[in-house]
């Protein structure tokens, strides 16, 4: 079993940028494909990035890119999803989420791929 631990969250007014991490407890994170999703108000969870396992292939949702950066930090075992130019649209909740699977790159966006979950951090973008 392994548990995801997020933090980086916050309130923040539009154009802003925030770091978020995420620590896998007891196990490495180039062990495990991971991603981050994202669930708007009353909205379905949706997949904003993925790093692949092993690797440093990365996806992201197609809107996302060039704003949003995952990355992975080995020496600090944390996955990050660095985020800027921050509008009202990006309010969500913020997951991280893990695999052991190497995933193909066309199953990378699969919330259903995903073993494990962390809480969740809260990102709102509000002037």
């Known amino acids: 079993q392994v548990q995801l631990l997020e933090s980086g969250g916050g309130l923040v007014q539009p154009g802003a940028s925030l770091r978020l991490s995420c620590v896998p407890s007891?196990?490495?994170?180039?062990?495990?494909?991971m991603a981050w999703f994202r669930q708007p108000p009353g909205k379905d969870r949706e997949f904003v990035a993925a790093?692949?396992?092993?690797?440093?292939?990365?996806s992201y949702k197609n809107s996302l890119k060039g704003r949003f950066t995952i990355s992975r930090d080995n020496a600090k075992n944390t996955l990050y999803l660095q985020m800027n130019s921050l509008g009202p649209d990006d309010t969500a909740v913020y997951y991280c989420?893990?695999?052991?699977?190497?995933?193909?790159?066309?199953?990378?966006?699969?919330?259903?791929?995903?073993?494990?979950w962390g809480q969740g951090t809260q990102v709102t973008v509000s002037s």
């Open positions: 989420a893990a695999t052991p699977q190497s995933l193909i790159t066309s199953s990378l966006a699969g919330v259903r791929f995903y073993d494990y």
């Open positions: 007891g196990r490495a994170v180039t062990e495990h494909t």
């Open positions: 790093i692949k396992r092993n690797s440093h292939m990365t």
